[in-house]
């Protein structure tokens, strides 16, 4: 299988690839803890059918530490017992915030209060913009239909 479309050898691609990436710097360098954000990765990327960001996020998971438990139920994370209530939150901000053409009101008041419980401004401000990119990879990936299965961690580094 290949890729519709070549990102890392078309000039605009790249360009806006560089883009991205530079603005995921932003979260990489908060204080929004590290094993969250590649749970909202995963999620997002599971919600959107984003196999390349699905194997890579939960392959770079495993590489810090995440356990195998974690990574096969975050997909079912409301009825597992095994994320922090900061997570749950986090998580639950990330459906909201993916599924936001299935949602008539977008994100829920509630939704938002139970992470701003959690997280700081910054880190909320980092938890907003990782939702945000990861939906862009996810959509970039998913229409030009990026294959899956052969990321190697630190690939992109």
């Given amino acids: 299988m290949e890729a519709r479309l070549n990102v890392f050898g078309n000039a605009v691609a790249t360009k806006y690839m560089k883009y991205l990436v530079a603005a995921g710097k932003a979260v990489s360098d908060s204080t929004l803890p590290a094993a ?21 996020h939960s392959k770079e998971a495993a590489h810090a530490g995440e356990t ?67 939906n862009s990879f996810n959509r970039l990936n998913v229409i030009i239909q990026q294959p899956a299965g052969d990321y190697q961690v630190g690939q992109f580094a």
């Fill in 36 to 56: 969250t954000q590649e749970l909202v990765k995963l999620r997002a990327s599971q919600i959107n059918g984003c196999g390349f960001c699905t194997d890579m």
């Fill in 68 to 134: 195998s438990v974690r990574l096969n139920l975050v997909a079912a994370w409301r009825e597992a017992t095994v994320f922090t209530e900061a997570e749950r939150a986090a998580l639950e901000l990330t459906e909201q915030g993916t599924r936001i053409a299935d949602a008539a009101g977008g994100v829920s008041d509630e939704a938002w209060a139970d992470a701003a419980k959690h997280y700081d401004e910054d880190q909320l401000a980092a938890l907003v913009a990782l939702i945000s990119l990861i």
